[in-house]
């Protein structure tokens, strides 16, 4: 069932966020798989050592019944072209900002249970505590779609997003947060 006007209200306050590239999803089609959380414990420099990062995230099989939770959900696509591979953190963090604006305006919409899950590892402090419960920015840190074992690659190309994996750092990077609604 598709609520018309209030998708309609999401969208403006999206727009005012800068984050106008986006596709509804139900996320109880989300594809929550142990490989993704393999990926981020063998291969990934923020496992345990960012809060808000595989361990310090819920299991893969807690993951998949959080997002049965919900009905409706927004997939941000985000391209980035950079200079370096030394400027994704920055311009990241950027969207994750944006991101957590978006979650915030939909919450004092109406939707108490809004969740954002970012593009990129937390990233708000120089140093991370590294374990979530003396996290010292609890209150907007959030961890990423990958933390929570979405295979983002399915979910941006089930979305209507074409991705590909990055060979060189000159080219165009896709990134996707993720704002589950109700």
Request: proline share 4%; aromatic share 10%.
């Amino acid at each position: 069932m598709r609520e018309v006007p209030m998708e309609s209200m999401f969208e403006e306050i999206f727009t005012r966020n800068r984050c106008t590239d986006f596709r509804w999803i139900e996320p109880s089609g989300i594809r929550v798989a142990h490989w993704v959380r393999m990926k981020c414990h063998y291969g990934c420099g923020g496992y345990g050592a960012c809060a808000a990062c595989p361990p310090e995230t819920p299991s893969v099989a807690e993951c998949r019944e959080f997002f049965r939770e919900y009905s409706r959900a927004a997939l941000f696509h985000f391209r980035l072209r950079l200079d370096g591979p030394d400027e994704r953190h920055a311009a990241c963090r950027a969207i994750n900002r944006q991101l957590l604006s978006v979650e915030r305006d939909v919450f004092l919409a109406g939707e108490e249970r809004s969740f954002a899950l970012f593009a990129d590892n937390c990233s708000w402090c120089d140093e991370c505590a590294g374990e979530r419960r003396i996290c010292r920015n609890k209150k907007d840190s959030r961890p990423t779609i990958e933390a929570m074992g979405v295979d983002v690659y399915s979910l941006a190309r089930g979305a209507g997003y074409h991705i590909e994996v990055c060979v060189d750092d000159r080219q165009a990077m896709d990134r996707f947060g993720l704002l589950l609604i109700r």
